[in-house]
C-alpha cells in the first residue's frame, strides 16, 4: 500500500528551526512530484513548497527565502527545512505526492510556532 508517512514535528520559539520529513513507500518516488502543504486551524490548507520530479520548485509567498524543499531519492524522502519560524506558521503540515492523477497524502505533522 501506499503511504507517506511526516515527522519532526514539535514546538518551537519564533526565530527557530525544524526540519521536517516525509518518508514514502509503496511509489516509484523518483517519478512523483513531492509537495508539503500545511492546514492552520479555521484557516483552508495552502502550498508551502513543492519539489518536481526534474528538480523544479515552488514556494508559497509566506515561506520564500525561510523555507527550503529538499528530497533524496535514494531514501524516498522529502524534507522541509524551515528557519525563522513565525506564530504565523503554526500549523498541521502534510506531505503530498502527485503523478499525473494520482495523488497521495500523509496525515501531518504538527508544528506549533508560540513563545
Known amino acids: 500500500q501506499v503511504q507517506l508517512v ?4 514539535g514546538s518551537v520559539q519564533p526565530g527557530g528551526s525544524l526540519r521536517l520529513s516525509c518518508v514514502a513507500s509503496g511509489i516509484i518516488f ?6 508539503w502543504y500545511r492546514q492552520a486551524p479555521g484557516k483552508e490548507r495552502e502550498l508551502v513548497a513543492v519539489l518536481t520530479s526534474d528538480s523544479r520548485t515552488n514556494y508559497g509567498d509566506s ?12 531514501k524516498n524522502t522529502v524534507y522541509l527545512q524551515m528557519n525563522s519560524l513565525k ?11 502527485l503523478l499525473l492523477k494520482r495523488e497521495y497524502w500523509g496525515r501531518g505533522t504538527r508544528v506549533t510556532v508560540s513563545s
Do not use: L, Q
Not at 511526516?6 to 514535528?9: A, D, I, Q
Not at 523518483?30 to 509537495?35: S, V
Open 63 to 74: 515561506v520564500k527565502g525561510r523555507f527550503t524543499i529538499s528530497r533524496d531519492n535514494a
Open 87 to 97: 506564530p504565523e506558521d503554526t500549523a498541521v503540515y502534510y506531505c503530498n505526492a
Open 30 to 35: 523518483n517519478f512523483y512530484d513531492m509537495g
Open 6 to 9: 511526516e515527522s519532526g514535528g
